[in-house]
């Protein structure tokens, strides 16, 4: 079945730095989307890339959809505390709204 | 609007052991899922639900199976639990015609 790469699996980071998160597809994708999942909590959904290129920024995060919408990425400037969790891709595989997820980058922020 | 609901939160099992995880939503979605979430895994679907009346296995059904009750209502049973089901388990919920899911809040297994 469709596979999803994503790297890195952990980050840790100082609070100011910049985070970024990337999502890799061997086909092309359909759209993606991405959650966010806090320590102990449930994945929530963030956005959804449908458009080749397409960038769009959710006020710190900015999300990227590959020209040839085989991956993407999510980039947090200045991290701060309150960003600590796991971030998802998802894709949508074969027919229906069924998601492929990657397997996350967890996110570490030190004071 | 509670959204999706999860029941029971925590459970423990002893091998062998049957047990059935409630899901209810009340967004009015056709499309409900079962994952599971391993470390390093990320989340894997256990089953779907398209629509009232219908489920469909995912990527790793094995040892497991579902019930679409009604509209509301999806439940995902374990017939002889075992220690590799050790997992949390989410449900989900997505409107016909969008890839948007809905989680709700997990139910923690472990399998003695």
């Known amino acids: 079945g469709q596979q999803v790469m994503q790297i890195p699996q952990y980050q840790h980071v100082q609070e100011g730095e910049d985070f970024t998160t990337y999502c890799n597809s061997s086909?092309?994708?359909?759209?993606i989307q991405w959650y966010k999942q806090r320590p102990g909590g449930h994945p929530v959904f963030l956005i959804q890339?449908?458009?080749?290129?397409e960038v769009k920024k959710q006020k710190r995060l900015t999300f990227q959809f590959g020209e040839a919408k085989k991956n993407s990425s999510l980039h947090i400037t200045a991290t701060q505390t309150t960003d600590v969790g796991t971030y998802f891709c998802?894709?949508?595989?074969?027919?229906?709204?069924?998601?492929?997820f990657g397997t996350g980058t967890q996110l570490k922020v030190e004071l | 609007n509670a959204g999706v609901t999860q029941t029971p939160k925590f459970q423990v099992l002893k091998t062998g052991q049957s047990m059935t995880l409630q899901c209810a939503q009340d967004?009015?979605?056709?499309?409900m899922y079962w994952y599971r979430q391993d470390p390093g895994m990320g989340l894997r679907l256990i089953y779907y639900?398209?629509?009232?009346?219908?489920?469909d296995k995912g990527e790793v059904p094995n040892g497991y199976n579902v019930s679409r009750l009604n509209k509301r209502e999806f439940s995902l049973r374990l017939e002889s639990a075992a220690p590799s089901q050790t997992s949390v388990y989410f449900c989900?919920?997505?409107?016909?015609?969008?890839?948007?899911?809905?989680f709700g809040p997990g139910t923690r297994l472990l399998v003695l």
């Open positions: 989900a919920s997505s409107l016909t015609g969008s890839a948007t899911q809905y």
């Open positions: 086909t092309t994708l359909s759209n």
């Open positions: 890339l449908v458009k080749s290129g």
């Open positions: 998802a894709a949508l595989t074969g027919g229906g709204n069924k998601l492929t």
């Open positions: 967004m009015n979605h056709n499309s």
């Open positions: 639900s398209a629509s009232e009346g219908t489920t």
